[in-house]
């Protein structure tokens, strides 16, 4: 039976007493790959590199970015991005980019993969809807992304809802959306997790806790339980306490030294 990221909460594989979700993917490019490339093509590859960080950063589950995938698989790709530009209508872009079969069929391929090859608990992280709208929407041609709302959001999430079927059989602890804009994005109006009860459908039917990951925190349908962020400054001052909180979830930047990181994660009890 598949491990709920609620369980995981209740009682961390790991045995500490708060489960710590750690997001190493720069940082283990920048220490374990050197700067080198990720290997997206590769999914045994990734999944190798992957798992060395894990055995070195102990994280109570496994972060799988596809958001990360997925902006691999657009770079270059004058094919999809023209079938993503063919409409100029809101949402468009994305419904084209989630029905890319070639697109599906890799990333699927490379999540199963994934599943397949690691210890822990597997959680899927991928743009929130409104984000993935807003990541995408240049694309449609339309109007600008401050005209874009939850009704917006909420339609983009049927589309997230169809695309996320295509991973019935794998064995997701969740599914986080995570709701952070990059830098280079633009800043969207906020929507409450609730919005997406497509998807809710979706994850309640398999079994896959739902959850949403802001700039704050962590939150999870199901559970009063809510997940404090461990600030960047953390991995880089012996000073620093870890944030109150039923779990943790933190991001290693790139530039922390690795011997202060294992450090600071002996401390994460």
């Known amino acids: 039976m598949t491990t709920s990221l609620i369980a995981v909460i209740a009682q961390p594989p790991s045995g500490r007493t708060r489960a710590v979700l750690i997001d190493s993917h720069d940082y283990a490019q920048s220490v374990i790959l050197q700067g080198k490339p990720v290997p997206w093509h590769e999914p045994m590859a990734y999944s190798n590199f992957f798992g060395q960080a894990q055995g070195l950063l102990g994280s109570d589950v496994a972060l799988l970015s596809l958001d990360r995938f997925y902006a691999h698989r657009l770079e270059g790709n004058v094919g999809l991005s023209t079938a993503m530009s063919a409409r100029p209508r ?20 490379f999540a199963t993969i994934f599943s397949k090859t690691q210890r822990e608990p597997i959680v899927l992280q991928i743009p929130s809807p409104m984000q993935w709208l807003a990541r995408t929407h240049a694309f449609s041609r339309v109007s600008d992304v401050d005209d874009l709302d939850a009704d917006d959001a909420e339609n983009a999430s049927m589309y997230v809802a169809d695309w996320l079927r295509g991973f019935a059989s794998l064995p997701l ?52 339980a809510s997940g404090s962020l461990i600030q960047p400054e953390f991995w880089f001052d012996d000073g620093q306490t870890p944030p109150a909180g039923d779990f943790l979830l933190g991001e290693i930047p790139p530039a922390a030294v690795p011997e202060d990181v294992l450090a600071r994660i002996s401390t994460l009890l």
Request: aromatic share 6%.
């Open 90 to 109: 809101t949402g468009y872009a994305l419904r084209t980019l989630l029905g890319d079969a070639d697109t599906t069929r890799a990333v699927i391929d």
């Open 173 to 224: 602890a969740a599914v986080l959306l995570d709701d952070r804009p990059g830098a280079s994005d633009p800043v969207t109006v906020p929507v409450p997790l609730d919005t997406y009860s497509p998807i809710a459908n979706v994850t309640d039917h398999y079994q896959w806790t739902l959850g949403m990951r802001r700039a704050n925190g962590v939150e999870l349908k199901g559970t009063a």
